[in-house]
T-cell receptor, first 115, second 113 residues
Framework: QKEVEQDPGPLSVPEGAIVSLNCTYS??????FMWYRQYSRKGPELLMY????GNKEDGRFTAQVDKSSKYISLFIRDSQPSDSATYLC???????????????FGKGITLSVRP | EPEVTQTPSHQVTQMGQEVILRCVPI?????FYWYRQILGQKVEFLVS????????KSEIFDDQFSVERPDGSNFTLKIRSTKLEDSAMYFC???????????FGPGTRLTVL
């Protein structure tokens, strides 16, 4: 079983739709969970970061973590064409510094929001 | 806003040649990382670096790879003898004390012919 699995894509939605992106993981040692957005031929850009089960909201974005099910989600409300990008989930055992802070990524899902 | 920069944006080299990829991390950051992304595949961890030594490395990071912080601003990844399968995007990232997140540069696309 792969350490981090992400729903395959691509995903195409109309503008204004609610988008749900999901990842599962097998390593129960993961404590920190991130969502990155990556535009074509660019580096990953951090969107959301959380280390506890539950929901974390930032504007139109909500990150949800369920450690008991080893499942994380990113919800995008009122999606816009500018949200079109590849979304990567990432996880680490520790926070952003020190040993064991390496990020393990999902494969990414490409989202297209149609005007 | 401070950002991680990388040069060159695209490097083309012949198999067996040495390449050096350069990164300038965010200025007050102390932890540095290299990741790579082969086309169509996941972003993969290569190595982390702190206090002038490697903290952790993946099995990909074999003897052909090395990292260095030659001065107070640059962080480099050297591949001694490139192989075709080294063709990928290479991302540098940095993080600092008090931050729990890693900030990525725009990447260097390495093409080995």
């Amino acid at each position: 079983q792969k350490e981090v699995e992400q729903d395959p894509g691509p995903l195409s939605v109309p503008e204004g739709a609610i988008v749900s992106l999901n990842c599962t993981y097998s390593n129960s040692a993961f404590q920190y969970f991130m969502w990155y957005r990556q535009y074509s031929r660019k580096g990953p850009e951090l969107l959301m970061y959380t280390y506890s089960s539950g929901n974390k909201e930032d504007g139109r974005f909500t990150a949800q973590v369920d450690k008991s099910s080893k499942y994380i989600s990113l919800f995008i409300r009122d999606s816009q064409p500018s949200d079109s990008a590849t979304y990567l989930c990432a996880m680490s055992v520790l926070g952003g510094t020190g040993a064991n802070s390496k990020l393990t990524f999902g494969k990414g899902i490409t989202l297209s929001v149609r005007p | 806003e401070p950002e991680v920069t990388q040069t060159p944006s695209h490097q083309v080299t012949q198999m067996g040649q040495e390449v050096i990829l350069r990164c300038v991390p965010i200025s007050n950051h102390l932890y540095f990382y290299w990741y790579r992304q082969i086309l169509g595949q996941k972003v993969e961890f290569l190595v982390s670096f702190y206090n002038n030594e490697i903290s952790e490395k993946s099995e990909i990071f074999d003897d052909q790879f090395s990292v260095e912080r030659p001065d107070g601003s640059n962080f480099t990844l050297k591949i001694r003898s490139t192989k075709l399968e080294d063709s990928a995007m290479y991302f540098c990232a940095s993080s600092g004390l008090g931050t729990d997140t890693q900030y990525f540069g725009p990447g260097t696309r390495l093409t080995v012919l």
